[in-house]
């Protein structure tokens, strides 16, 4: 979280932010990791799903037809964080093509903008904005234009995270919970990266948020959850525990 914050800084009023990429394995927990540092900022987070079938256009308005045939346009996660100085957390950009992408390079560079063709408008990013991409090290990567891969930095590699990482990580995302919870579902994540199992620190929020409204005894209401989260498979790492 430390290097997307650092990325994000402002150092000077002539300095800019930077657009981190995170790299990783599918499950790492990159996705959660980003919203976690939005939330440290204590930003509004909004996600925008890259799929192949993303246009450009996509990433920014959706027109929509009201009654009357009056014609409105509805503003992406994108566009929204854009003006309200949000995160824009651009989700499995991997799969997203380079004609998407050429359409981003505005915003991506000193310029930090986007313009719509079919609105016929352009947007100036909010001074606060930030946006932070994460991309799967799989078989399902495009290979990034030249142009956006220097937009793009820095590059961040995500492995499943160490255990005061990922304790921070399950703080952030549930500050409401007991801190028993939080240690237990660490501890059992941990065992299972060291098994190589792709269990998740998003697999542990779910549990440890399930465990709490069991509201049983920590040991039961953890076990349980574990159990009816991941199945039976995952309880070999709860005996140890």
């Known amino acids: 979280m430390r290097q997307v914050l650092a ?7 002539a300095d800019l932010p930077m657009n981190p990429r995170l790299l990783g394995k599918p499950g790492v927990g990159k996705t959660t990791l980003a919203y976690a540092a939005a939330r440290r900022l204590q930003r509004e987070a909004y ?8 246009r450009p256009e996509d990433l920014l308005v959706t027109p929509v037809i009201e009654g009357e045939g009056r014609l409105r346009y509805v503003a992406s ?73 220097s937009r793009l930095q820095p590059q961040i590699f995500i492995d499943f995270p160490e255990r005061d990482e990922e304790l921070a990580i399950l703080r952030e995302n549930l ?10 579902v660490t ?26 409204k069991l509201g049983e005894p920590h040991g039961e209401s953890l076990r349980a959850s574990i159990l009816q989260t991941l199945g039976e498979e995952a309880m070999r790492y709860v005996a140890r525990i």
């Open 77 to 149: 996660p994108l566009v929204t964080a854009m003006i309200r100085g949000g995160v824009c957390i651009l989700d499995e950009g991997n799969r997203m093509s380079e004609k998407s992408w050429a359409s981003l390079a505005p915003l991506l560079d000193s310029r930090r903008y986007v313009e719509s063709i079919v609105a016929g408008i352009k947007i100036k990013a909010h001074a606060g904005f930030r946006i932070v991409a994460t991309m799967n090290d799989d078989a399902s990567t495009f290979d990034l234009p030249e142009y956006i891969h």
């Open 175 to 184: 500050p409401f919970s007991d801190e028993q919870i939080l240690s237990y």
């Open 47 to 54: 996600i925008f799903q890259a799929t192949v079938d993303t």
């Open 7 to 13: 990325a994000w800084m402002i150092v000077d009023p």
């Open 187 to 212: 501890d059992f994540l941990q065992l299972a990266h060291s098994a190589d199992e792709r269990y998740t620190v998003r697999d542990g929020i779910n549990i440890a948020r399930f465990a709490l």
